[in-house]
Every structure is written in C-alpha cells, then in structure tokens.
C-alpha cells in the first residue's frame, strides 16, 4: 500500500495567486514527521517545510504552509503569491518510527506533482 | 559552505560493467542515504547508513553495493545485476534526530547502454 499519495500529477497556477498541493499519509505509528521538498528541472532536492506528527501549530516557512489535517492524515502545502520560479516537481515526505532523538529512519517519498505558474 | 558533493554529474557506461558513484558530504551528518529516481517518478530508497561501518538496505537495493568506511564518504556500486540501472541517483545525509530534513546533493544521471 503507498505510505505516501499525491493524486495530483501536474497543476497549473496563475503567477501571483496561491495553489494547494495534496498529499495523503498512511501510518500507525503516532510519531513521524512529514516533510516538502522542491525539484527544480536542474534535478536538485531543496527542503522547503516540515510538520511533525505532535505539532500543535500548521508549519509556515515564507510563502510555503502545511494545512495539516492529522485525523484525515494529510499535509497539503500551501504556496501563495506564486512566482515563475515555483514551477518544479514538489514531492511529499513522511519518516515513521519516530520514538528516539537517535532515530534518522528512511525517508519515504510520493510520486510527485508537478507546479507550473503561469504568467 | 557546507554541502554533499556527488560526482561526476553525468556517467555513461556499456552494460555489463560495475559502476561506482561518489558522495561525499561535510556537514558532519551521521546517516546517509542513497535514492534512485525514474523518470517522473517519486525517489525510491536504496540504501542507507545511520553510522560509520554500519548500513542498511532500502526498498531496492538488488543489484547495488555500499560501504561507508568514513563519516564522510557513501559510495555507491551499481553493478552488472542491475537489471535496470540507467536513472538519476541522489545522495542525501542528515543529523540524528526524526525531524531532521535530508539534505541532498545534485545527483548523477546514469546512463547504461
């Protein structure tokens, strides 16, 4: 079963106006922490946001927001104002077994939704 | 500046041959990680290692090989059992601790003829 849905593949966005990106966990375990990350064509990963399972507050970084909906686990993130330069691949990210501050478990990814912004 | 470094950027090779990528990091992160990505697809994990000496395998880790001998240092072999090697690799490292992101390098795209 995937850990990790985005349903979305590919979107489209008007320049200066805000998009949500979905994504969909699955998990028994009660800790874990959710992560975004960015894929620009040039290919390199940039982590833009994290939500940890426990947090009390939605995680904000800049234009980036999380809408985080534990009971119907999911994570959304949130870009407003969008800009030409958001257009890239966004992946969700969750790592279970989150019960030590040793644990650097694996780091399970989506499949991807593509952003373009639109001038 | 701190960073993961992974060389070289873009490897070709004939099918059949072992291939040895580089990753290399020096932001004193404990655990590395090595992903495989397909064409518009999400990554995949292959390997990872929480400590020097010490890794584990990932979700599909047929047909590959590491070691980390150094803190610094997670090379990965794609050898001639793989049975589909030609894809886009990235290594990651991160601190101890579950909300730690993985910092990535800038990948090498393999391409096996």
């Known amino acids: 079963a995937q850990k990790i849905t985005q349903t979305q593949p590919g979107m489209f966005v008007q320049e200066k106006e805000a998009v949500t990106l979905d994504c969909t966990y699955d998990t028994s375990d009660p800790s874990y922490g959710l992560f975004w990350y960015k894929q620009p064509s040039s290919g390199e990963m940039i982590f833009l946001i994290y939500q940890g399972s426990y947090d009390q507050q939605n995680a904000t970084e800049g234009r980036y927001s999380l809408n985080f909906q534990k009971a119907r686990k999911s994570a959304n993130l949130v870009i407003s104002a969008s800009q030409l330069g958001d257009s890239a691949m966004y992946f969700c990210?969750?790592?279970?077994?989150?019960?030590?501050?040793?644990?650097?478990?694996?780091?399970?990814f989506g499949q991807g939704t593509t952003l373009q912004v639109k001038p | 500046d701190g960073g993961i470094t992974q060389s070289p950027k873009y490897l070709f090779r004939k099918e059949g041959q072992n291939v040895t990528l580089s990753c290399e990091q020096n932001l004193n992160h404990d655990a590395m990680y090595w992903y495989r990505q397909d064409p518009g697809q999400g990554l995949r994990l292959i390997y990872y290692?929480?400590?020097?000496?010490?890794?584990q395998k990932g979700d599909i880790a047929e047909g590959y090989s590491v070691s980390r001998e150094k803190k610094e240092s997670f090379p990965l072999t794609v050898t001639s059992a793989q049975k589909n090697p030609t894809a886009f690799y990235l290594c990651?490292?991160?601190?101890?601790?579950?909300?730690?992101?993985?910092?990535f390098g800038n990948g090498t795209r393999l391409t096996v003829t």
């Open positions: 990651a490292s991160s601190k101890q601790g579950w909300n730690s992101p993985l910092h």
């Open positions: 290692s929480q400590i020097v000496n010490d890794f």
């Open positions: 990210a969750m790592r279970e077994d989150a019960t030590s501050s040793s644990n650097t478990g694996k780091l399970i």
